[in-house]
């Protein structure tokens, strides 16, 4: 039997472990209180490091990606050669219409710090905040596609929920056939691959493998056609009132190094972007 | 049998160095699920040289720190680090590592406990726990505990640490 004062160290190690899992257990069971007590964390103790984070992510992104980077820029290049003929051609059919100038999305760039927890990729921690004009359900988007939604804004940086989020969805339509659905994380438990669903299609129709799913811009979060994914197969029916299919998506966040907040999210149609309406 | 007299500024030190690599190095390491996690490598040192309430504690905080850079389910990180520091200051009656290799077999299962517990926590996701659990927590536990080698190995006076064959 241990002696008193062994018995009485043993007691308050017992104590402070359990005090310290009912307190996890509390933010697990109510987020509100976590996030509050994560948000002082990350605004106090953590900035300096994070700053630190920054500026390490910052020097690897432009030694590791800068041959990548030049690849991207040399075809960005060759394409933009045709965007001014294009840029007319738009101009002369929307006037013939009636419409007026396409609407401009501006975007801030962020780079993505990365951490080394389990549960990285379905939060990235970006470093661009309110100071540079970020809102909370802001898109963010890669080079692929849609990444996620920025959900918490802070002074310099933000946090945006990925497509891996539980709670992530996105209206969507498929390029072609123009048929709705939500996407949204396929959510299993013995998986081993990073997949989307589109879910609520009708039942009367059906999507063909290798067809690209983008944003429908329904619901004012994303813009219309950004890609998220490409059907690779349909997937389990529970309900038997609509069809599912599986996504390969578009962009990876767990691989994501930098990426682009969307400012303007919704495509609000501004004053005077169309005609007077020509029915009498 | 290693003795262990470390002496307590030179461990925090130490740890202060591995929360530096932690911000500053690691981002350049590669894929960040499976680059060492400096932060739980210096909690398993602290922990195998602390009382259980007070690596507890410990993990409770590293683990918040976790969950304020990734608050996917605040609250499973602090939970998953709680258990490990917990556990880790106990085991070290049962696992008492004798050699640098069981040193660092001690470490990697660590890292595989956190994060079987905060992935089980923070429930079900894309790719499932399979994924998470016997590919990228393996590697990420290979590479913590070769980073855990190397620091004991290095900073071997520092913490006062015996390392007999």
């Known amino acids: 039997m241990p002696p008193q004062s062994d018995r009485a160290l043993l007691r308050r190690d017992n104590v402070l472990f359990s005090l310290c899992v009912i307190l996890s257990a509390a933010m697990l069971l109510r987020p509100e209180l976590g996030e509050r007590v994560t948000g002082a964390i990350r605004a106090t103790v953590l900035r300096p490091f994070l700053q630190i984070q920054e500026w390490s992510e910052a020097g690897r992104t432009s030694r590791a990606s800068f041959d990548r980077l030049r690849g991207e820029r040399d075809s960005a290049a060759y394409a933009a050669q045709f965007l001014p003929s294009l840029r007319a051609e738009n101009q002369r059919l929307r006037a013939l219409l009636g419409l007026g100038a396409r609407v401009r999305v501006p975007y801030v760039a962020a780079e993505v710090l990365h951490q080394s927890t389990p549960t990285d990729g379905r939060t990235l921690l970006l470093s661009a905040g309110a100071r540079a004009g970020v809102q909370p359900f802001d898109p963010v988007v890669g080079a692929e596609g849609l990444v996620g939604v920025v959900r918490v804004?802070?002074?310099?940086?933000?946090?945006?929920?990925?497509?891996?989020?539980?709670?992530?969805?996105?209206?969507?339509?498929?390029?072609?056939?123009?048929?709705?659905?939500?996407?949204?994380?396929?959510?299993?438990?013995?998986?081993?691959?990073?997949?989307?669903?589109?879910?609520?299609?009708?039942?009367?129709?059906?999507?063909?493998?290798?067809?690209?799913?983008?944003?429908?811009?329904?619901?004012?979060?994303?813009?219309?056609?950004?890609?998220i994914g490409t059907v690779i197969g349909p997937g389990q029916e529970e309900t038997g009132w609509e069809r599912v299919y599986v996504l390969r998506p578009a962009a990876s966040p767990e691989e994501a190094s930098q990426v682009l907040i969307l400012r303007a999210p919704a495509e609000r149609v501004p004053e005077g972007a169309f005609g007077p309406d020509s029915l009498p | 049998m290693i003795a262990i007299r470390a002496d307590r500024s030179r461990l925090w030190t130490v740890l202060g160095l591995l929360v530096l690599l932690h911000f500053a190095v690691r981002p350049r390491l590669g894929y960040p699920a499976i680059a060492p996690d400096f932060l739980l490598l210096a909690l398993m040192l602290y922990a195998i040289r602390s009382r259980p309430g007070a690596a507890a504690v410990a993990g409770f905080l590293v683990g918040l720190v976790g969950d304020a850079v990734t608050p996917a389910r605040v609250g499973a990180g602090a939970l998953a680090h709680t258990l490990v520091g917990y556990l880790a200051a106990w085991g070290r009656a049962v696992f008492f590592p004798d050699n640098l290799f069981v040193n660092g077999l001690v470490i990697a299962l660590g890292v595989w406990v956190r994060n079987a517990v905060q992935l089980l926590a923070s429930g079900p996701a894309p790719g499932g726990l399979r994924l998470g659990l016997l590919v990228y927590a393996p590697l990420q536990a290979l590479t913590t505990a070769l980073m855990a080698a190397l620091v004991l190995v290095v900073f071997q006076r520092w913490l006062d640490i015996r390392l007999e064959a």
Do not use: K, M
């Open chain 1, 153 to 227: 804004v802070e002074a310099e940086r933000a946090i945006a929920w990925t497509w891996t989020h539980p709670e992530f969805r996105a209206s969507a339509y498929t390029v072609p056939g123009g048929v709705f659905g939500v996407v949204g994380p396929a959510l299993q438990i013995t998986g081993s691959e990073l997949l989307l669903q589109l879910r609520g299609v009708a039942i009367r129709d059906s999507v063909p493998n290798g067809t690209l799913v983008v944003t429908s811009g329904l619901g004012g979060v994303y813009p219309q056609g950004i890609p």
